[in-house]
């Protein structure tokens, strides 16, 4: 049985950081793009930033280019998402997800497991 499971959200105010973890069960972690996505309330779910196979290549949505960085620990199956200079309009949930395909991708539809969420707040 797959599973990723988000922590580290909360609240914040504007400017300050958090740190985002995805514990990942079930897969062979280092064969899985791994990607993070968010969705704040009344929109669409969107791309936020994913991370190759080995850790080597990201990709990052322009909206958090330079805030965020994405990164994984092979050894404890766990990707993370550094927030910083957080912005209200960060707020959002904010998921994490797996892609068993060879490329980094920005398309929703391409990931094939998904966690349940986790709340970012960001007050201004």
């Known amino acids: 049985q797959v599973q990723l499971v988000e922590s580290g959200g909360g609240l914040v105010q504007a400017g300050g950081s958090l740190r985002l973890s995805c514990a990942a069960s079930?897969?062979?972690?280092?064969?899985?793009?791994m990607g993070w996505f968010r969705q704040a309330p009344g929109k669409e779910r969107e791309f936020v930033a994913a991370?190759?196979?080995?850790?080597?290549?990201?990709y990052y949505a322009d909206s958090v280019k330079g805030r965020f960085t994405i990164s994984r620990d092979s050894a404890k199956n766990t990707v993370y998402l550094q927030m910083s200079s957080l912005k209200p309009e960060d707020t959002a949930v904010y998921y994490c997800?797996?892609?068993?395909?060879?490329?980094?991708?920005?398309?929703?539809?391409?990931?094939?497991?998904w966690g349940q969420g986790t709340q970012v707040t960001v007050s201004s």
């Open positions: 991370l190759s196979r080995s850790g080597g290549s990201t």
């Open positions: 997800s797996a892609d068993r395909g060879l490329v980094l991708t920005t398309a929703i539809r391409t990931y094939d497991y």
């Open positions: 079930g897969i062979t972690f280092s064969t899985y793009v």
